[in-house]
């Protein structure tokens, strides 16, 4: 789901079961930001991962469509909400393929489907007497469609807004349903104790824990108000609450209530929901506490990632910060926003956009490591070794030295990719790619043509290096890398995990193609 959830399903490979991959589903009341962008690439990195790794992944993106915010919204242009989510739906639709994602599917929560799913939630949670009707008065914040305690917002300059948010939050009084959700409070820190790695990172699970330790109040999961919603089973009166509503999203994507469904008994429960984490209460209290009510299975892990600042704050349409990805990418091309992204903002973090540091990483690491790399390797090879892949090689020490590093280190990169370690794998393709250019300036292979074996070797060892650093680089700049595997006549389904270890993967003899620049270097006003 885009702003969905990211989850994956920690199988055995040779099993040939699943990772779903989801996010928390992107809130259409504006259009797409920076924010929304990172969330879906970083979706997108761990799904081509554990692709390329041997999996069956379930990428799930979509919008969420319901609530206050959205009625609001849609009278604002004078449209029908339904319209209005139909035309804003599909700007991220649209972003899921500029952004060149892999998502196996997109859903709606104005969708049959899902809307089926939700009220079958709400009739077993009602069934298990963990629904009853009765009034609510607080304080609730339209923008952000969440309920707040009293000791969650202040006071500034006359209008009372969320601590947490900033937002603006308004009183209301109106007959409601409740979830008990208090009668989930121990069950709930009884689950946090038993799976010590359900939250992460670390600091995020502190955050949550202190929560329900304080006292978990019954939630509102009903709102009489307003009409843009799913209608409350044997009530129309009532709209389901949109949190309940949009959470289902994950589980109706894989047509829950059927749980002998094909999808769902090979996706659910996720392994991660990957989500920003100002949402992260939502996922990590209110979805749990819904599904043991439910009496179906919790996902493993629930990931809460940092913000995309403007300056020192979070975007969003009612600050005017937004920062409009699509602007970034028609200057500098998509890969070099994903890279960026990936590598410039530490992953669990908040991070900011710098036009000057993207530009670095255009022409240090793109340009400069990885696509000179490729093209005077390349280039080489194709003058020295008659345009083909070396056929007469003998490994030396340094040529084993620096091809094993990647055997010696892919059970580490795996176990680092499961515990989200995004920032180990950057570094690690970083130090590879500078002791890759490093090995083909120290052999000097233009000094060894009266030592052809030799020659050859380096060369082989150099495109060796080259194929093992694509693949790697693949969930991250999967466009740039299937250009950069043509010198090899390689494509997207030759790209796996398991092979990169093996020193003698290309075939000799094979012809090597010339390819054009990857990356071009950014002219600098400093340079």
């Known amino acids: 789901f885009f702003q969905a959830e990211a989850g994956i399903r920690d199988v055995e490979r040779s099993r040939g079961l699943g990772d779903v991959y989801k996010r928390q589903i992107y809130y259409p009341s504006a259009r797409p930001h920076m924010g929304h962008a990172y969330s879906s690439i970083i979706a997108d990195f761990f799904s081509r991962f554990k692709t390329i790794d041997g999996y069956k992944v379930y990428f799930l993106t979509g919008t969420d469509e319901h609530g206050l915010k959205i009625q609001r919204s849609a009278e604002k242009e004078g449209l029908d909400p339904l319209n209005f989510c139909d035309q804003i739906s599909k700007t991220f639709r649209d972003l899921s393929k500029t952004l060149n994602l892999s998502n196996t599917d997109f859903i709606r929560t104005t969708e049959e489907r899902h809307k089926k799913t939700v009220q079958h939630l709400w009739k077993e949670l009602e069934k298990n007497d963990d629904i009853y009707l009765s009034n609510y008065s607080g304080w609730y914040s339209v923008s952000d469609e969440a309920f707040y305690n009293e000791d969650e917002i202040e006071e500034v300059e006359g209008k009372k807004i969320s601590i947490s948010s900033k937002s603006t939050v308004e009183w209301i009084e109106e007959e409601s349903y409740f979830f008990r959700l208090s009668k989930w409070e121990k069950p709930l820190l009884d689950f946090y104790e038993k799976n010590p790695n359900f939250i992460s990172p670390a600091s995020r699970k502190n955050e949550v824990i202190s929560f329900v330790k304080s006292g978990l109040k019954d939630l509102s999961v009903s709102r009489k108000s307003f009409s843009w919603g799913i209608k409350v089973p044997g009530n129309d009166k009532h709209v389901i609450y949109v949190w309940l509503d949009a959470l289902t999203n994950y589980i109706s994507a894989l047509n829950y209530p059927n749980k002998e469904d094909e999808l769902f008994k090979k996706f659910w429960p996720a392994s991660i929901h990957l989500i920003g984490k100002d949402i992260l209460r939502f996922h990590a209290v209110y979805w749990p506490a819904f599904l043991l009510a439910a009496k179906i299975e919790l996902p493993k892990k629930v990931y809460g990632h940092g913000w995309i600042l403007s300056g020192d704050e979070k975007m969003s349409k009612s600050k005017g910060n937004i920062l409009d990805p699509l602007q970034i990418i028609d200057e500098y091309g998509l890969d070099p926003l994903r890279y960026y992204l990936i590598k410039e903002v530490s992953f669990g973090n908040d991070g900011n956009i710098s036009q000057d540091r993207l530009e670095d990483c255009i022409n240090s690491d793109l340009a400069n490591n990885y696509g000179n790399l490729c093209q005077r390797v390349t280039a080489f090879a194709i003058k020295n070794c008659d345009g083909k892949i070396p056929e007469k090689i003998k490994f030396e020490v340094d040529d084993l030295n620096i091809l094993n590093k990647f055997r010696d280190n892919l059970e580490n990169i795996r176990s680092k990719i499961d515990q989200q370690n995004l920032n180990f794998y950057i570094d690690y393709i970083v130090n590879s790619l500078f002791e890759a250019n490093k090995y083909f300036n120290d052999q000097e292979p233009w000094k060894k043509k009266d030592d052809i074996i030799r020659l050859n070797t380096i060369v082989f060892t150099a495109l060796e290096i080259i194929r ?27 790209i796996k995990l398991e092979d990169i270890p093996k020193n003698e993967f290309l075939i000799k003899g094979n012809s090597i193609n010339k390819i054009d620049i990857l990356f071009k270097k950014i002219e600098k006003d400093n340079d």
């Open 468 to 494: 093992k650093i694509s693949f790697l680089l693949y969930p991250i700049i999967p466009g740039s890398v299937l250009k950069a595997l043509k010198i090899f006549n390689l494509g997207e389904n030759d």
